[in-house]
């Protein structure tokens, strides 16, 4: 079992910046593949970025590559989400979620469906303003 709960979430101005954390117990990350997810009333749950155990490969959405930074500190048990130059459609509930490591795929579609993540955060709501 392991037991995630994101923080760092909040409102900001469009052209601002956020720092997510996602704070793992029970088992350590270090057994997982990370992933970041977002979602918002009107829209299904869409998929933000991953990293892998190691930190040694990441993915993103298209919308948010070279805005969105994901790293992980294994030691510490825990995986961040550094957000900059925030945009208004950027605004959702962000959850971490933990999935067994995909080290026999490569790219983006290994990551992107929910369903296939074993543990997640209750998330963080983050609200641009414009």
């Known amino acids: 079992q392991v037991v995630l709960v994101e923080s760092g979430g909040g409102s900001v101005q469009a052209g601002g910046s956020l720092r997510l954390s996602c704070a793992a117990s029970g088992r350590t990350i270090s057994n997982y593949d990370m992933g970041w997810f977002r979602q918002t009333p009107r829209k299904d749950r869409e998929f933000v970025t991953a990293i892998s155990q190691s930190g040694g490969s990441t993915y993103y959405r298209t919308s948010v590559e070279g805005r969105f930074t994901v790293s992980r500190d294994n030691a510490k048990n825990t995986v961040n989400l550094q957000m900059n130059s925030l945009k208004p459609e950027d605004s959702a509930v962000y959850s971490c979620?933990?999935?067994?490591?995909?080290?026999?795929?490569?790219?983006?579609?290994?990551?992107?469906?929910?369903?296939?993540?074993?543990?997640w955060g209750q998330g963080t709501q983050v609200t641009v303003s414009s």
């Open positions: 979620a933990a999935i067994t490591p995909r080290s026999w795929c490569s790219g983006y579609g290994c990551y992107d469906r929910a369903d296939d993540y074993q543990y």
